[in-house]
């Protein structure tokens, strides 16, 4: 797939590139903007704007392998969805697991509070609903938001990442209806390689970023003739 906007200068300047990929959702009625926190709030934040849709934050949480947190045996999401990638050779007893899954219950709990604050989350039901992260690896956190998004009956569920592991974009396919990846190099190794600028997004800068994607999709609306 084209890899001619790579490395990107940062996660913004990848978001107006995806926004470009996903320009024809533009004017869809009931349009929505999910982003995958904290990375994936910058580039949603740029798609949201282009597309004139509202920006809201969807919490995934990876379930790490007790004791060596690195290795991914699932994950779970808002809607008490959870989705388990057993790892080969190795078992979790009930007892871990239950102990890692309420600590990232409570993570998931505390972040959603921090980043939306009293309001609500925009209900996804009926709508076309943009899933956004900044690149897919494995596709593990993407998956498990996916698969609680559907359970909560959107009009039309679309996954978008700048930049993605050509085989997990594939493996997308059959949860979402449409899947745009804008580039998929090869090898693909990490998200990371293909940002010239990574930084880790920080809670403050997510919860500016959605304050300000809500004060400028409220004033479009107001503005738009009745």
Request: aromatic share 4%; with cysteine; glycine share 8%.
């Amino acid at each position: 797939m084209r890899t001619e906007h790579l490395p990107y200068a940062d996660r913004r300047q990848a978001g107006r590139v995806l926004a470009d990929a996903l320009a024809h959702y533009r004017g869809h009625p009931n349009l929505l903007v999910l982003a995958l926190p904290r990375g994936g709030v910058p580039v949603a934040y740029e798609v949201a704007l282009a597309l004139e849709a509202p920006l809201d934050v969807f919490v995934v949480r990876k379930l790490g392998f007790p004791g060596h947190e690195e290795y991914a045996i699932g994950a779970i999401a808002s809607g008490e969805v959870r989705v388990m990638n057993p790892l080969p050779g190795m078992t979790v007893s009930p007892a871990a697991l239950a102990t890692v899954v309420q600590r990232e219950q409570a993570e998931l709990v505390r972040r959603e509070q921090l980043y939306r604050g009293e309001r609500p989350a925009i209900d996804p039901r009926g709508r076309t609903v943009i899933v956004v992260d900044d690149g897919l690896a494995t596709g593990a956190t993407m998956r498990a938001a996916l698969l609680a998004i559907r359970q909560q009956r959107p009009a039309q569920l679309v996954a978008g990442v700048p930049v993605g592991a050509a085989e997990s974009c594939a493996g997308l396919k059959d949860l979402a209806d449409d899947v745009v990846c804008t580039a998929t190099p090869e090898p693909f190794r990490a998200v990371g390689l293909w940002y010239r600028a990574f930084p880790q997004t920080s809670d403050d800068e997510v919860h500016t970023l959605l304050e300000d994607a809500r004060r400028i999709h409220a004033r479009s609306v107001h503005q738009q003739p009745h």
